[in-house]
Structures are given as C-alpha cells and as structure tokens.
C-alpha cells in the first residue's frame, strides 16, 4: 500500500509538471556567451530505501527475491554556463546491508558487512547555440546540444563490478520555467566491467563456448535514451521541486546470465547435481526510472531554501540488462530465482543546497 501511494504521488506530479514544461516565451535571436560557470549548484543528498535490489541477491531457501536496505549518499553539482556549455557530476556512495554481503576477500566474515558502492557519472553538454551564437530555440526546444560523458561503477561484493562507459549523442533541452530544467539525449554507449561470479557461462543457442567469469568483460556497443529534470512549483509559501531522472538501454549483448539449479544442458562434468549452473542467455533492454518530490522546508529554518525534505519512487526493469527468465527450468517457477532483476522502491530523500 505505501509503495502504492508513494508511486502514485510521483506520477501525479509528472503529470502536473509536463504541460508547464512548455509555457515558455520566444527568445531574441542571438546568443550572448556566458561567463565561464555562471551558475552553480552543489547539493547533498541523503535517501533510504529497504525495497532496493540487485540481480541474484535470493533467499537461499525459496529462491524468490529479497529486498536490500541501502543509505545512499550523494553529490551533485551543476554548472550552467561556461563558453562551450554546461557540466553536471554526480557522484553515489551505497551501503548495502548483509543481505548483500561484501565478498570474503575483502572481510574474513562476509555475513557481518554489507557490501559498498561508489557509482560517479560526468556529463557535459556542448551547447550548438553558444558554438554558432545563434539562437536555435523552437516551440518548446530551448537548444540543442551534444553531450559527452562517462559512468564509472565499483562495489565490493562477489560480483565485482567495476565498470566503465564513455558515452556520446545529441539531445535537446526544453523551456522551463521558474528556473526548472529538462533534458532529453539519445547517446551511444559501450560498457567494459568485471563478472565477478566465477562459474562457466554457457548459452545454448549458440556453439557452446565458455565464459571465465571473474575476468574483464567487454559488452557490445548499445544505445541509451535518457532523460533529467526538475520542476519547481508552489502552493502559496509551500515551494515544491518535482525531480528525477530515467534511462532505457538497449541489449548489450552477452555478459550476463542466470542462475539455474541442476542445468542438465551445461556440457562441463566438473560441476555435481544440485550445483549452480550459469544459463548464459545474453542482456535484455534495461529501463530505470528515478523520480522524487520534494518540499523546500528551509521555510521553516529563518526563511533559507537550502533544506529539502521529500519522498520518491524508483523503478528498475532488468537491472543491469539482467533478463527473467523466460520459462521454468527443472520445475523451478520462472519468476522465482531472477525477480531480483526488477526493483520497484520507494525511498525518502534529505537534500541540502549548498
């Protein structure tokens, strides 16, 4: 029921915050070139979430799903404004608790730490308005850009991932108003990452070649739609800030399987019955959607808008391209071992502008 509400809430908000996104006025025909970083923002942000999940974080028992508790802490900064466009870093430190332990060669008793994780991601938008001065604005369009970036991602549990992706593609952002922002960029991407888990991976449709997990791995090229913004609005003195962010990957090829008990189709003789075995099925498209609304509470601290306080939604389909599987296998139900895959968490945010 509370995920329920707190979903609702954020949707409500999206569908409030959409159609102001374009009541923008027109714009004069040149463009001025800013000042470099004529606009700053630093924030801090603290969330939790116990509904979080990775891929084959399982009950041993039963196989189904298990949620993880993760303290999330977060820094983003934004600069809107330098002679070739703007900057956005955003760098994540997770704890997760033991249900996702951290891996043995880290601690001698994984059961008593959970795992951590540092997740840093740099964007930087050329802006084509500022490179001709010219203003491109259209309709709802403010300008277009050409973003470049990278995602770095390390943890410490057993899968290990250590990963890294340059990215690069054109995109747009829209008019909004009071100070909000959205964008919308189309990037091409190309992943290299560790597997940690070292069974041998195997896909039955194609000839069978094994997979050293627990070695550097390089997916193929993909493309990735995504997706920022923030909305501010008010009721009165009660300042609001709808905000979020969303991602769709495409398929990333092989690199990532699921596990399966008894799997009589691996050829390797080295592994008894009842062992895990790694059904080596390949990545399917990825969707996450992030989304939080917000209250300025700093109302109530001598009139500073520095303090947010507010709850959020996030939804992960296929998490890191890690599929469901697609039938039973040996009697085990379909949705029992990798419904770990799919995330549906609300959480509650602290955010303080710097």
Request: with cysteine; charged share 15%.
């Amino acid at each position: 029921m509370f995920k329920s509400l707190i979903a609702t809430i954020v949707v409500i908000c999206a569908m409030l915050t959409t159609s102001v996104a374009f009541a923008q006025g027109p714009q004069g025909k040149q463009v001025k070139r800013p000042a470099q970083f004529l606009i700053q923002d630093n924030e801090f942000r603290y969330w939790y979430s116990s509904w979080m999940r990775d891929p084959y974080i399982t009950n041993p028992g039963t196989g189904k799903a298990q949620n993880i508790a993760k303290n999330v802490i977060e820094f983003v900064h934004v600069d809107l404004g330098n002679k070739l466009g703007d900057n956005t870093y955003d760098v994540q430190y997770l704890s997760d608790n033991t249900t996702n332990p951290v891996s043995v060669p880290y601690f001698h008793d994984s059961t008593l730490v959970g795992s951590k994780d540092i997740y840093i991601t740099f964007r930087h938008d050329i802006v084509i308005d500022r490179i001709i001065n010219r203003d491109l604005s259209i309709g709802p369009i403010k300008n277009f850009v050409v973003t470049v970036g990278a995602d770095y991602g390390g943890k410490n549990d057993d899968f290990g991932n250590q990963r890294r992706s340059p990215m690069v593609g054109p995109g747009v952002n829209f008019k909004v108003p009071n100070g909000g922002y959205w964008k919308l960029v189309a990037l091409w991407t190309r992943e290299w990452n560790n597997e940690g888990t070292d069974v041998t991976a195997y896909d039955p449709n194609v000839p069978y070649k094994p997979v050293a997990w627990g070695k550097p791995i390089v997916y193929a090229q993909e493309a990735s739609l995504q997706t920022a913004w923030g909305v501010p609005f008010g009721f009165g003195k009660n300042l609001f800030t709808f905000q979020g962010f969303g991602v769709l990957n495409s398929a990333k090829g092989y690199g990532a399987g699921n596990l399966l008990y008894n799997n009589p189709q691996s050829p390797n003789p080295n592994y008894a019955s009842g062992s895990y075995y790694m059904f080596y099925q390949g990545t399917r498209p990825e969707a996450l959607i992030h989304g939080m609304l917000v209250y300025n509470a700093g109302r109530f601290f001598k009139g500073s808008h520095n303090w947010q306080i507010g709850v959020g939604y996030e939804y992960w389909h296929n998490e890191f391209g890690v599929p469901q599987f697609s039938k039973s296998v040996n009697g085990v139900p379909a949705n029992s071992l990798c419904n770990s895959c799919i995330e549906s968490a609300p959480f509650a945010t602290i955010n303080i502008h710097l």
